[in-house]
């Protein structure tokens, strides 16, 4: 890929990025801007309220020291949030939508839409690269650009954003599905697909996310980034890999992790033993 096609990959993934802090046009929440990847719910975690916000909180507690423990030894991979993250999120939607459970379940959608605009230039696309890669591009490694790429060049856009949520999970959160799906002017711009369930005083998920790549400006993805893992009182263990169907995405309710970790590639693969906290 030449120089000047690179830099605009980069500029167009950070556009993606930072338009979720665009201008709003619309009347629509603010938490409906584009974000890649999984919601941002951690920074509510445990505000939700009524049925299904105490719920959440009393079945996310057996695991909060592992959690906690987790997030403290910075280990290389956030997948280990991911059931919290879910399950908070959908709290908030089930409070935000007034939503009480019937025949058992809790199944509803909660919708966010509104018109964005963004705007970045060059260096917006670098900065965004560096910190998501970790690195720090070196001048002296690189060819030189013309003027119109360095640093002054702009993008600019905007359109309808459209988040579903579709939940359907068991009152007693047994178990349970959670589907988020993306788009941008009509155009499918992410997908995610979470699955859970308790067994024996074991959280064990499953999470799938699209693998969306920017090529000239297309947003295109045939493949999914996804988690397995299981929380536990005593400790945790996930895998993340790459997935190409989401017919593959293994049933929690049925995983026999040992068996599972053979027919995977893992990229990360995380076990973690819960210290006993000293008194």
Not at 32 to 46: D, F, N, R, Y
Not at 80 to 107: F, Y
Not at 186 to 208: H, K, P, S
């Amino acid at each position: 890929m030449g120089k000047r096609k690179g830099l605009l990959v980069l500029l167009l993934i950070a556009v993606l990025a930072l338009s979720g802090c665009g201008e709003q046009n619309g009347g629509a929440s603010p938490t409906a801007g584009p974000e890649s990847g999984q919601e941002k719910a951690a920074s509510v975690l445990g505000q939700a309220q009524g049925a299904l916000g105490d719920a959440v909180r009393a079945l996310m507690e057996p695991y909060a020291e592992t959690l906690s423990q987790a997030a403290k030894k910075s280990v290389e991979s956030l997948a280990h949030t991911i059931p919290g993250d879910m399950l908070n999120q959908m709290a908030l939607d089930a409070e935000a939508e007034d939503i009480k459970p019937q025949e058992g379940r809790w199944r509803f959608t909660r919708r966010d839409s509104g018109a964005y605009s963004y705007e970045a230039t060059a260096w917006d696309a670098m900065d965004e690269y560096a910190q998501g890669e970790g690195v720090t591009p070196n001048p002296a490694d690189e060819t030189p650009l013309d003027s119109q790429l360095n640093g002054d060049y702009a993008v600019s856009g905007g359109g309808l954003f459209d988040r579903t949520r579709d939940y359907d999970a068991a009152e007693d959160l047994s178990g349970g599905t959670a589907i988020l799906t993306d788009s941008l002017n009509g155009q499918a711009t992410g997908y995610e697909l979470f699955r859970f369930c308790v067994r024996n005083g074991e959280l064990i998920f499953a999470d799938a996310a699209l693998d969306a790549t920017v090529q000239d400006g297309t947003a295109a993805g045939n493949s999914y980034l996804a988690a397995v893992g299981s929380l536990r009182a005593d400790g945790l263990e996930i895998v993340e890999y790459r997935l190409t169907s989401l017919d593959d995405l293994p049933d929690p309710a049925a995983l026999n992790f040992s068996r599972f970790l053979l027919t995977v590639s893992p990229m990360t693969h995380i076990s973690m033993k819960t210290e006993k906290p000293s008194k």
